[in-house]
């Protein structure tokens, strides 16, 4: 099993840059591809990015690419998502996600695949 727990959420005005960043407990962070998924009231979680357990081939969601940027480091069992270029219609709570590959440049979009889940951090972004 890991634990996830998000940091780096708060409150920016729009064009400016947040980093969050996932920490994950355990000894097997390298065996979970990653991703990060956000949600707003009334809304399902949405895809933001995703990144395998090399750390290859990141993907991510047509509303934040060339914004976004996922990147992990597992001898610091953490994954980030650096965002850049921020609009208000990027406040939502923001989650980080691990599930385990055999694929070690698999990368997994779909919320139901992952199974374990971050608390999640709120980013507001000002007009």
């Known amino acids: 099993q890991v634990q996830l727990v998000e940091t780096g959420g708060g409150l920016v005005q729009a064009g400016g840059s947040l980093r969050l960043s996932c920490a994950a407990s355990?000894?097997?962070?390298?065996?979970?591809?990653m991703g990060w998924f956000r949600q707003t009231p009334g809304k399902e979680r949405e895809f933001v990015a995703a990144?395998?357990?090399?750390?290859?081939?990141?993907f991510y969601a047509d509303s934040v690419s060339g914004r976004f940027t996922i990147s992990r480091d597992n001898a610091k069992n953490t994954v980030y998502l650096q965002m850049s270029s921020l609009k208000p219609e990027d406040t939502a709570v923001y989650y980080c996600?691990?599930?385990?590959?055999?694929?070690?440049?698999?990368?997994?979009?779909?919320?139901?695949?992952?199974?374990?889940w971050g608390q999640g951090t709120q980013v507001t972004v000002s007009s």
């Open positions: 990144i395998s357990r090399s750390g290859r081939g990141p």
């Open positions: 996600a691990a599930v385990a590959r055999d694929s070690s440049i698999a990368v997994v979009t779909t919320a139901r695949t992952y199974n374990y």
């Open positions: 355990g000894r097997t962070f390298s065996s979970y591809a």
